[in-house]
């Protein structure tokens, strides 16, 4: 909130943004840790709420999904795994290779996190694997999607090829390239881009 317009860009769009805080889990229920099921309550608990509170629009046709970093993940993941849930769904430098991610003794604290998450063997990572899950999407699949990614950002090779495997598959698709890094930088650029395909969709 202090180091974007999202507030502002939010009014312009007349789009209600609601931010839920979701640990370190990446929006999943945890393989590994028995009471964070963060899929759950994102997926399920949360629409109802919002619902529940605020004079919102119903319908997956005016409910969207976006995050930056890992929420840039988890948003495209839901999205794939509960198919009619979202009209638009958008992630700035999402790792969407964190689940074929090896284990580092540089990067043991990551590995421990991935671990708990995902589980410790790729078999059991496939259900949460963002390509595994666009090759077994519907082809009829309606949602509005917005990727961004710096180009300096580590995961900008993996955001390319995602994308290109998007629009093989026929995806509805805006794909731009930032300045900068894994930083506010490229969000800063990217974002109001993504409030202005968010209105169009959903409303």
């Known amino acids: 909130m202090e180091r974007s317009e999202l507030a502002n860009l939010a009014i312009a769009a007349r789009l209600i943004v609601v931010m839920p805080e979701a640990d370190l889990i990446v929006y999943t229920n945890a393989k590994h840790e028995r009471h964070a099921r963060w899929e759950d309550a994102i997926v399920l608990e949360l629409p109802r709420d919002v619902e529940a509170r ?5 319908g997956s046709e005016h409910r969207g999904i976006a995050g930056i970093s890992m929420g840039g993940y988890g948003a495209v993941k839901l999205t794939l795994k509960h198919p009619g849930r979202y009209g638009f769904t958008a992630s700035m430098s999402g ?4 689940t074929r991610r090896r284990a580092s003794v540089r990067r043991w604290g990551q590995t421990g996190r991935i671990w708990t998450i995902f589980g410790v063997h790729p078999s ?18 309606s949602a509005q999607w917005f990727l961004s990614c710096g180009q300096n950002d580590p995961p900008h090779a993996v ?9 093989e598959r026929g995806m509805n698709l805006d794909l731009i390239n930032t300045p900068g890094s894994h930083d506010w930088q490229s969000w800063n650029v990217a974002m109001p881009g993504m409030f202005k395909t968010a209105e169009k969709s959903l409303r």
């Open 124 to 141: 059991t990572r496939k259900d949460e694997d963002v390509f595994e899950l666009l090759d077994r999407a519907p082809k009829n699949f």
């Open 54 to 58: 605020f004079p919102v629009m119903k």
């Open 95 to 98: 790792p969407m290779d964190i």
């Open 159 to 167: 955001n390319q090829r995602f994308g290109q495997r998007m629009r």
